[in-house]
């Protein structure tokens, strides 16, 4: 199975090499690393090149100009790795906030669904308990609030740990996404719902980030919330696509 993690990066230089050791030990045979990187000034980009280098015809790069946004280093990473015949794309976090080692269990449920999420908020699933009690908060209600006005069947439409059927991704009108924050997420699980595609939900625990310094800050979360709003107007003609 043709199986593609993309990964967007920005000042990742520090976790990217061990994230591309992590991946490469799992038994799955056909899986490859795509890393979208937004010209990281901590030499990120340098740091991918080697890894091609080290890891012939498993890693490669896109090398974008400036800081754009990692919704569209996902759709710029999305469309790169359909053209080299992906049949299933992963996307996940450099910062091993997600375990690599779940990504068996996310193709595994692309057996019975045409999107697999790790979710945080159903039974198995966790968050660091090293994490405030405000954050946590915040974060169950921010998935609350989203999934209320917009009606999507899962408990996690925030998270960022998914899996991808090749089919399901070439059938959902990708160039009308709007999100560039956070609201990414929302918008994908969202779009996939309205399209008529089935979510499979698996537990995870997710973890705070081991190396480097998170890029969520309050203002990203406040984007998110006004952008629910929107992405609820943005799609009245789609049912099924």
Same mark, same amino acid.
């Given at each position: 199975m043709n199986i593609k993690v993309v990964v967007p990066t920005y000042n990742e230089a520090e976790n990217l090499p061990k994230l591309a050791s992590a991946?490469?030990?799992?038994?799955?045979?056909?899986?490859?690393?795509?890393?979208?990187?937004?010209?990281?000034?901590?030499?990120?980009?340098?740091?991918?090149?080697?890894l091609v280098r080290k890891y012939p015809g498993r890693?490669?790069?896109?090398?974008?100009?400036?800081?754009?946004?990692?919704a569209t280093a996902y759709l710029d990473g999305f469309a790169r790795v359909l053209e080299e015949g992906a049949e299933v794309i992963v996307q996940m976090d450099a910062d091993f906030s997600h375990n690599p080692e779940r990504i068996i269990d996310l193709v595994e449920a692309l057996q019975e669904g045409?999107?697999?999420?790790?979710?945080?908020?159903?039974?198995?699933?966790?968050?660091?308990?090293?994490?405030?009690?405000?954050?946590?908060?915040?974060?169950? &209600?921010?998935?609350?609030?989203a999934r209320l006005i917009l009606g999507i069947p899962i408990k996690d439409v925030t998270g960022g740990f998914?899996?991808?059927?090749?089919?399901?991704?070439?059938?959902?009108?990708?160039?009308?996404?709007k999100s560039n924050g956070y609201? &990414?997420?929302?918008?994908?699980?969202?779009?996939?719902?309205?399209?008529?595609?089935?979510?499979?939900?698996?537990?995870?625990? &997710?973890?705070?980030?081991?190396?480097?310094?998170?890029?969520?800050?309050?203002?990203?979360?406040?984007?998110?919330?006004?952008?629910?709003?929107?992405?609820r107007f943005s799609y009245g003609d789609i049912n099924g696509c």
């Open positions: 991946l490469f030990y799992l038994p799955l045979s056909g899986l490859s690393l795509l890393v979208v990187d937004d010209s990281s000034p901590d030499g990120t980009g340098q740091v991918a090149d080697n890693v490669s790069v896109l090398h974008r100009l400036g800081k754009r946004g990692f045409d999107m697999a999420v790790g979710s945080r908020y159903i039974a198995g699933g966790e968050l660091d308990e090293n994490w405030p009690l405000w954050r946590k908060a915040l974060s169950g &209600f921010g998935n609350a609030y998914r899996a991808w059927r090749r089919e399901t991704l070439l059938g959902m009108p990708l160039g009308q996404v609201g &990414f997420q929302v918008e994908m699980a969202y779009l996939a719902h309205r399209c008529g595609y089935s979510i499979k939900e698996i537990p995870i625990y &997710f973890a705070d980030r081991r190396w480097g310094e998170s890029k969520m800050s309050l203002a990203i979360q406040l984007e998110a919330a006004w952008r629910v709003w929107i992405i």
